[in-house]
């Protein structure tokens, strides 16, 4: 049970890492599709200057109309790339905790007798039997809260991944 402990808190080290990386692939993604924005619409005024060079530009206001665009679009994405920081570093904070939990969040208030009934006479064998098999509890007690942890970050990061294969075009 403690090499099953130790393997899963392995595990969601790796998931905490993977998430934070996952996050900065999509902020990366956010902001290059907010320069192509950029780009496209500066070549779009680039190839008006160049149609009128010698006609009088009446295009100010489109100008100012398409940089209003762009700010606003890159406030959108400042707001997404915050969000989404934030719920990482939640994400985080939740799989931290399921990797140092503490005996104190796993103990029970009263002993568990598994082997005989209360008020019968027990050897020490049985109260041994008894303290492995409490220990097992705990341990399982740990690994059910770390398993679901895992499955938690793992179906966010399904998701993260969804979303950048969709902002790929893959």
Do not use: W
Not at 27 to 33: I, K, M, P, W
């Amino acid at each position: 049970v403690l090499e099953s402990e130790q393997i899963a808190s392995g595990n969601l080290g790796i998931l905490k890492s993977n998430s934070e990386q996952l996050s900065r692939v999509e902020s990366h993604l956010d902001e290059a599709a907010h320069q192509a924005k950029i780009s496209n619409s500066k070549a779009e005024h680039l190839k008006s200057l160049n149609r009128l060079f010698f006609l009088p530009s009446f295009g100010g206001k489109k100008s100012k109309k398409v940089d209003k665009i762009i700010e606003k679009d890159r406030a959108e994405i400042q707001k997404r790339s915050d969000a989404r920081m934030n719920s990482s570093c939640t994400r985080g904070e939740a799989l931290s905790k399921a990797i140092g939990l503490t005996e104190e969040q796993t103990t029970f208030d009263q002993p568990i007798l598994y082997t005989t009934t209360e008020g019968i006479d027990r050897d020490p064998t049985e109260i041994e039997i008894d303290k492995n098999l409490s220990g097992i509890t705990k341990g399982l007690g740990k690994l059910k809260i770390m398993s679901q942890a895992m499955n938690e970050e793992l179906d966010n990061q399904s998701a993260q991944v969804s979303n950048i294969a969709t902002m790929t075009g893959n």
